[in-house]
Every structure is written in structure tokens, then in C-alpha cells.
T-cell receptor
Framework: DQQVKQNSPSLSVQEGRISILNCDYT??????FLWYKKYPAEGPTFLIS?????DKNEDGRFTVFLNKSAKHLSLHIVPSQPGDSAVYFC????????????FGTGTRLTVIP | KAGVTQTPRYLIKTRGQQVTLSCSPI?????VSWYQQTPGQGLQFLFE???????NKGNFPGRFSGRQFSNSRSEMNVSTLELGDSALYLC????????????FGPGTRLTVL
């Protein structure tokens, strides 16, 4: 049973506009959430994370929002750049720093120049 | 600092055979986690090793096993291969076994014929 879901397999956005990637989870025990980016032939690369005690975390062009009541998180990329084109995975864990992560199935983002 | 390395990068096996995959973590990292990535399921956690001991285990059959050596290098073994075992196998290392970001290797692509 998929506890972390990314319902949009793909997303296309014009360069310079905002990209919004969504993620839903079902397990209310999840305490820590992460986003990873993956290019072809490479392993996932950590992007940004958020603890359940926060509702927003920002790092440069990347912002993650967490809505615990809705069990929903989103990643905003502003402005989007062609180099952001990749597959984005959201992940969750039961505690900060835990290494058994539960991943979504990924969203392929294409930023059109 | 060299990243996480995995060998081999590609492997083709037939049903019923067994396979061993290897992962060398970043120097100084003591925790190694393994994941299976398939198109329909995304990344699924297999197990984590820390200081040569299995610390966490995902929901996979006993055909999947692993171990970690004193130099933190890890191997995973899959016995009696099935067609459904075809996947990208990723390993990730962290420095203090639960308090740092996971760094992923490029993965081993296993094809079972």
C-alpha cells in the first residue's frame, strides 16, 4: 500500500514561471518530509526537507509547504529553470534523520525554455 | 570527497539465479540503506545497515538479504531471482546513522530474463 503518493506523473512549466509539485501521505505518524531530485542515470539528490513542527521551509528558489491536517505537502520552485527538469520524489519518515524513507512514485518536471 | 559508488552498474540474470550487488559509501559514513526502484512502485526501502548490523528492514521477502563489512561497504544479495525483481537498486549512505541527509549512489540496473 503506497503511503506516500504523487498523483501527477508529469508536469510541464514555462521557464521563469512557478512549478508546484504535490504530494499526499496517508500515515499520520510521519514526522519528517523530504524532496529529492533525480536526473537520468544518477541517484536521487536531496533538495529540501521539513519537519512536522513547521508548515514552511525555504531554500533559495525552493519552498516546501506542509499541511498536516490535509496530509499534504508541496514543493514550489520559483522561478523555474530548464536545469530543474528532472524527476522529483517526495519522501517521508517517522522521525528526523531516519533512514527508512517512504517515497512517492515521482513527478517528472519539464521546464520549457 | 568521492560519492557513493555501486557496482556493477548493469546486470542481466535469468530466473532462478542469485545476484550480489555492492555499495561503497562516502568515506566516513557508517550507515548504508538499500532501496528498490520500479516504475509502478517508486523507491521502496529494503534495509539499512549501521556498524555491520541491520537496523531497519522493509517489507521484502527473505530472498533479499544484505550485510555490511567493517569498512562500511555493503552488499545485498537476491536469491532465486524472479522477473519482478527487475529494478534499479539504489544504496544511500549517511554519516552518523540517522542524523544526516542520505546520499544516493547511481544505482545498479538489474534485469531478470
Amino acid at each position: 500500500d503506497q503511503q506516500v503518493k504523487q498523483n501527477s506523473p508529469s508536469l510541464s512549466v514555462q521557464e521563469g514561471r512557478i512549478s508546484i509539485l504535490n504530494c499526499d501521505y496517508t500515515n499520520s505518524m510521519f514526522d519528517y518530509f523530504l524532496w529529492y531530485k533525480k536526473y537520468p542515470a544518477e541517484g536521487p539528490t536531496f533538495l529540501i526537507s521539513i519537519s512536522s513542527i513547521k508548515d514552511k521551509n525555504e531554500d533559495g528558489r525552493f519552498t516546501v509547504f506542509l499541511n498536516k491536517s490535509a496530509k499534504h505537502l508541496s514543493l514550489h520552485i520559483v522561478p523555474s529553470q530548464p536545469g530543474d527538469s528532472a524527476v522529483y520524489f517526495c519522501a517521508a519518515s517517522y522521525q528526523t534523520g531516519a533512514n527508512n524513507l517512504f517515497f512517492g512514485t515521482g513527478t517528472r518536471l519539464t521546464v520549457i525554455p | 570527497k568521492a560519492g557513493v559508488t555501486q557496482t556493477p552498474r548493469y546486470l542481466i540474470k535469468t530466473r532462478g539465479q542469485q545476484v550480489t550487488l555492492s555499495c561503497s559509501p562516502i568515506s566516513g559514513h557508517r550507515s548504508v540503506s538499500w532501496y528498490q526502484q520500479t516504475p509502478g512502485q517508486g523507491l521502496q526501502f529494503l534495509f539499512e545497515y549501521f556498524s555491520e548490523t541491520q537496523r531497519n528492514k522493509g517489507n521484502f521477502p527473505g530472498r533479499f538479504s544484505g550485510r555490511q563489512f567493517s569498512n562500511s561497504r555493503s552488499e545485498m544479495n537476491v536469491s532465486t531471482l524472479e522477473l519482478g525483481d527487475s529494478a534499479l537498486y539504489l544504496c544511500a549512505s549517511t554519516s552518523l546513522g540517522g542524523t544526516d541527509t542520505q546520499y544516493f549512489g547511481p544505482g545498479t540496473r538489474l534485469t531478470v530474463l
